[in-house]
């Protein structure tokens, strides 16, 4: 069984779900998680005020939301919910809007799920799989989808850069760290984390580079360890000028985007 599924309960799933507006689809999943006992109602509260104070960043890709918040004591335990709406509901998000599946997580740290969302992260950006869990009628079909998560890094369009190793340390001056940062450092953050790491293995470059996913006070405080952030448009523009490129990811799935994000940034 996947970390992902192993964190999933039956009765945190809802596939035929309905919600007015993107509130009441937080509410939805949140509820979820608290009527398995993993949190209060006070952490639904704040995954929807996270949103209110930083925008639609939680939208990472086309019809995805990961709604989440910092840890707390409203957090019991480590525990995701799942929610697909019949109906799409809109987060404000400019790209990756109407959103269909929301996916709720509560964290009592910053690693406890880290790997449960790589797994997730690989799903998603795989266009076969992200199908699947669009079609998915009962919770054994989808935790067959979510146990065959092991995402295959191909290269697609996304191609090998040439010369990388003197690319990497000589041409840039590499400082050898990424950024990829979200307003907890602990969801968001980490899917865009595991896309970046997956292109720079195709690159040749994973050994070169260190990626770290963090928060937006983090981000600001140490920006200029990195050669750049990568982020959303939302938290983008809550960092500010903070000394170094700060370049905007609209889907945190995607290879080829950040592929092309790279070849910008390195000059490639």
Same mark, same amino acid.
């Given at each position: ?10 009765? #945190? ?11 009441? #689809? ?12 993993? /949190? ?39 525990? /995701? ?22 996916? #709720?997580?509560?964290?009592? !740290? ?29 919770? +054994? ?73 963090? +928060? ?10 990195? +050669? ?12 500010? !000028? ?15 985007? /950040? ?10």
């Amino acid at each position: 069984m996947s970390k992902l599924s192993e964190l999933l309960e039956d009765s #945190a799933v809802e596939l035929h779900g309905n919600a007015v507006d993107w509130k009441e #689809a937080i509410r939805t999943a949140g509820g979820l998680l608290e009527k398995t006992g993993a /949190i209060t109602g006070n952490y639904t509260q704040a995954m929807i005020t996270s949103v209110e104070d930083n925008g639609p960043y939680i939208v990472v890709a086309p019809g995805f939301a990961f709604a989440h918040a910092r840890p707390s004591e409203a957090v019991k335990r480590t525990a /995701i919910s799942w929610l697909r709406l019949d109906e799409p509901v809109r987060f404000g998000h400019g790209t990756n809007d109407p959103v269909t599946l929301v996916v #709720a997580l509560a964290a009592q !740290d910053d690693k406890a799920h880290t790997k449960a969302m790589s797994e997730l992260a690989k799903i998603l950006g795989n266009k076969t799989k992200r199908e699947r869990l669009d079609t998915v009628e009962s919770v +054994d079909e989808l935790r067959e989808a979510l146990g065959d998560s092991k995402a295959e890094v191909k290269g697609a369009s996304v191609s090998t850069a040439s010369s990388t190793h003197q690319v990497a340390e000589d041409s840039v001056a590499s400082k050898g760290k990424i950024y990829t940062v979200c307003g907890n450092g602990l969801g968001t953050s980490l899917f865009l984390k595991n896309t970046l790491e997956q292109v720079l293995d195709v690159w040749g470059w994973g050994p070169y580079l260190t990626v770290e996913a963090t +928060d937006t006070i983090s981000a600001k405080g140490r920006a200029k360890e990195a +050669d750049f952030l990568l982020t959303s448009g939302e938290i983008a523009a809550t960092l500010g !000028d903070v000394g170094v490129p700060v370049y905007v990811i609209e889907d945190f799935t995607n290879q080829q985007e /950040i592929d092309a994000a790279l070849r910008e940034l390195y000059d490639v």
